[in-house]
């Protein structure tokens, strides 16, 4: 669950944080800023001055990557949409992006990732120590 959107960025900035269209809080003069969620599903602006400053942005203290977790960065602000199941739509993404990468199957990424089920396996082996 969504709890915190930390921006971090090596030059100051201000912030004006959003959520559902009403602000929340708004920030000055800093490296970097936190924001709570208390809201989910929600629908949050941060607006940014100077302009054109794209902070890193973590959630829940991870490290995000924009294209993935569909945030929309504009000159003046990003834009993102959070609900209680943003982390596993946002892993989700990351596979995904992995398998088109590597043209594979999900079945194959499951195998080079050592995920798939390998019960069968185990088992002849047992059945071998026998």
Same mark, same amino acid.
């Given at each position: 669950?969504?709890?915190?959107?930390?921006?971090?960025?090596?030059?100051?900035?201000?912030?004006?944080?959003?959520?559902?269209?009403?602000?929340?809080?708004?920030?000055?003069?800093?490296?970097? $800023?936190?924001?709570?969620?208390?809201?989910? +599903?929600? $629908? =949050?602006?941060?607006?940014?001055? +100077?302009?054109? &400053?794209? +902070?890193?942005?973590?959630? *829940?203290?991870?490290?995000?990557?924009?294209?993935?977790?569909? &945030?929309? +960065?504009?000159? $003046?602000?990003?834009?993102?949409?959070?609900?209680? *199941?943003?982390?596993?739509?946002?892993? *989700?993404?990351? =596979?995904?992006?992995?398998?088109?990468?590597?043209?594979?199957?999900?079945?194959?990424?499951?195998?080079?990732?050592?995920? *798939?089920?390998?019960?069968?396996?185990?088992?002849?082996?047992?059945?071998?120590?026998?």
């Amino acid at each position: 669950m969504v709890e915190q959107i930390k921006l971090t960025d090596d030059k100051k900035f201000s912030c004006s944080y959003w959520v559902n269209d009403k602000i929340v809080k708004t920030t000055q003069d800093a490296k970097e $800023h936190t924001f709570t969620v208390d809201v989910l +599903p929600c $629908h =949050i602006k941060i607006y940014i001055k +100077p302009y054109k &400053i794209r +902070p890193s942005v973590r959630i *829940n203290e991870i490290l995000v990557n924009y294209g993935l977790a569909q &945030i929309t +960065p504009w000159d $003046h602000m990003i834009e993102l949409k959070l609900d209680k *199941n943003f982390f596993e739509s946002y892993f *989700n993404r990351i =596979i995904q992006s992995k398998m088109d990468y590597l043209k594979v199957s999900k079945e194959e990424m499951l195998e080079r990732a050592g995920l *798939n089920d390998v019960s069968y396996l185990v088992r002849a082996i047992e059945g071998n120590l026998k």
